[in-house]
């Protein structure tokens, strides 16, 4: 993986020093020497130029250029920037630690999709709380059918006797 590296290093060297050379001609060096009053303008802060013997110490081959896969990837660190008008903060209503995501920076999203699986013990508590109330509300429902219906289901105990059926 390194040398993949090294190999896309050098080549992005070369394709960046090949596309800057001038075809004019320099003094000879004799002319660089102390006391002259003549230096070598200064190459841009992005660009970079290395000599026959540098480019020989580095082993750099040129070729010509050809369309080709390559093998491997190349890992970079790196910070991706979101524009103002895609960029949405969200909130949970309770704490937690974010368990699982199956998303990444930059993805986009739809309305109503999970975005995260948060784990809160007080998720449980609540939902545990919900449950139960829904029960008991469907069991208060139930009894006031019950008690609604007397006559449909024969007399019961908690009823009113109707008026004359406990005389004789």
């Given at each position: 993986m390194k040398?993949?590296f090294?190999k896309l290093?050098?080549?992005?060297?070369?394709?960046g020093?090949?596309?800057?050379?001038s075809?004019?001609t320099?003094?000879?060096?004799?002319?660089d020497?102390?006391?002259s009053?003549?230096?070598?303008?200064?190459?841009?802060a992005?660009?970079?130029?290395?000599s026959?013997d540098?480019?020989?110490?580095?082993r750099?081959?040129t070729?010509a250029?050809?369309?080709?896969?390559?093998?491997g990837?190349?890992?970079?660190?790196?910070?991706?920037?979101?524009s103002?008008?895609?960029?949405?903060?969200?909130?949970?209503?309770l704490?937690?630690?974010v368990?699982?995501?199956?998303?990444?920076?930059?993805?986009?999203?739809r309305?109503?999709?999970?975005?995260a699986?948060?784990?809160?013990?007080e998720?449980?508590?609540?939902?545990?709380?919900?449950?139960?109330?829904?029960?008991q509300?469907?069991?208060?429902r139930?009894?006031?059918?019950?008690?609604r219906?007397p006559?449909?289901?024969g007399?019961?105990?908690?009823?009113?006797?109707?008026?004359g059926?406990?005389?004789?």
């Amino acid at each position: 993986m390194k040398t993949t590296f090294y190999k896309l290093a050098v080549l992005a060297l070369l394709l960046g020093g090949a596309g800057c050379s001038s075809k004019e001609t320099t003094a000879p060096e004799a002319a660089d020497a102390p006391g002259s009053d003549s230096e070598r303008p200064a190459a841009p802060a992005d660009q970079v130029t290395l000599s026959a013997d540098e480019q020989q110490l580095a082993r750099v081959r040129t070729g010509a250029l050809t369309r080709r896969v390559l093998g491997g990837g190349l890992k970079v660190n790196g910070v991706l920037d979101v524009s103002p008008d895609q960029l949405v903060s969200i909130s949970a209503p309770l704490g937690g630690i974010v368990e699982r995501t199956a998303l990444l920076q930059g993805m986009r999203v739809r309305k109503g999709q999970a975005l995260a699986t948060i784990r809160n013990p007080e998720f449980i508590q609540l939902q545990q709380s919900y449950l139960e109330t829904q029960s008991q509300l469907t069991f208060a429902r139930a009894e006031l059918e019950r008690q609604r219906e007397p006559g449909a289901r024969g007399s019961s105990a908690g009823q009113k006797p109707a008026a004359g059926a406990g005389r004789v």
